[in-house]
């Protein structure tokens, strides 16, 4: 328990300014104005411009993404490309996860069939997904969870044995990297966010990338009304992306690396810190070009987290319960009890501040403050 203090050290003083769970890296406004310019001079701010065309060529080259279709958001690319497979009756799914991994299923017309997940990953657990397979299953769709990959390996030899399409939901992914290729090369799809959230974003926006070429044709069909010219083809959705996102995406694309870089120094920062703590770290299996996306820390109970948290917001410091609740806890789900770990840790798990420009010093004094009473 947390014992009163009547002079609180200098680590236990609030903040000054406040301290949020992330917060958009910006580029220099003169970079991204002189790319208004020309959106500007052309008079040309969607529909699939000369600069949304350039960030996808740039997406697509600099980190061998296969088949990259910029769209509105990550959202929306779940749902098209639950579409694009065909997926009907049954889809496996992870107990843990944003709830737009379970409704963009809903929304489609499939069942959810939740999985659990491995308690140190976070990620659906391969162990348990035959067990849940039925003849009405059709897909997988299984989440990178804060970025650390699931077992593609074993997802893929599953799908296989049983004839399913698989998706992966990489929202916390874009940038980490397994077996030398990007994360978001595997699956039959692999979706991204690039909301201002995210480690690298676009304001708004997502992506989809399927290897095979027929059905990355169906994917941009269906993110673009089923259009093609003037003929339609599909019944697709309007998901295009406009100008000033791709411009967005275009000037920090610059700066990938000093955002990785410094995204990596302050996540290994934190872990040093909190290593020997009683809280629960994330595992990041080796051999994994991890993108250290989120530093989520796992309480001994719910009870114990929402003390620590307002213990924190009391001192202007203000992480994330991220996520909940667990997916089979969704009001329009409740399925409570299918998925143990994934309960758990929707009830104990917390992320911590992470974003370009937080000081080393600020860190320091966030982690003194979260192991004070522990």
């Known amino acids: 328990m947390l014992e009163p203090r009547t002079e609180l050290e200098p680590t236990m003083k609030p903040f000054s300014e406040p301290i949020y769970v992330t917060r958009a890296f910006m580029p220099p406004f003169e970079e991204y104005q002189e790319l208004m310019r020309g959106v500007w001079e052309r008079g040309y701010v969607t529909n699939n411009g000369p600069l949304l065309k350039q960030f996808e060529a740039e997406l697509a080259e600099r980190f061998g993404l296969d088949g990259t279709i910029f769209m509105v958001n990550g959202t929306i690319a ?22 737009v991994t379970t409704t963009s299923i809903m929304w489609e017309g499939c069942t959810p069939v939740f999985v659990d997940v491995d308690p140190g990953t976070f990620c ?31 997802i893929a030899d599953i799908a296989k044995r049983h004839g399913l399409k698989v998706l992966y ?4 992914a874009f ?49 673009t009304m089923g259009q093609f010219g003037e003929e339609f083809f599909i019944p697709g959705m309007n998901a ?7 411009a967005m995406g275009v000037a920090n694309l610059k700066y990938y690396d000093e ?11 934190y872990f040093k810190l909190l290593k020997d703590s009683p809280l629960q770290l994330a595992h990041v299996p080796e051999g994994i070009e991890y ?20 213990f924190l917001n009391d001192l202007n410091v203000f992480p994330r319960r991220y996520f909940r609740p667990a997916c089979t806890q969704l009001p329009y789900v409740k399925q409570a009890g ?24 600020s860190i320091e004094r966030i982690a003194d403050m979260l192991k004070e009473g522990l």
């Open 78 to 99: 779940l749902h098209l490309a639950i579409r694009a497979l065909e997926l009907k009756g049954e889809v496996i799914t992870t107990g843990f996860s944003h709830p």
């Open 291 to 310: 993108n250290h996306s989120y530093f989520p820390v796992v309480f001994r109970s719910e009870e114990e987290l929402e003390r620590k948290r307002k």
């Open 259 to 269: 955002i990785m870089a410094a995204r990596k120094h302050q996540w290994q920062l």
């Open 169 to 172: 939901d990489g929202a916390h």
């Open 338 to 361: 299918t998925c143990p770990i994934s309960e758990r840790l929707a009830n104990s798990v917390m992320c911590l501040p992470m974003y370009h420009g937080l000081e080393d010093a």
């Open 124 to 154: 659906i657990d391969p162990a348990l997904i035959e067990a849940r397979i039925t003849p009405r299953t059709t897909g997988i769709v299984a989440t990178h969870v804060y970025g650390i990959p699931c077992d593609v390996d074993a």
């Open 175 to 223: 940038g980490t990297r397994l077996q030398g290729r990007s994360i978001l090369n595997f699956g039959d799809v692999s979706t991204t966010s690039y909301h201002a959230t995210k480690i690298f974003h676009t304001v708004e926006g997502g992506s989809m990338h399927a290897r095979d070429p027929e059905l990355h044709k169906r994917l941009v069909l269906l993110r």
């Open 240 to 246: 295009k992306n406009s100008e000033m996102h791709a």
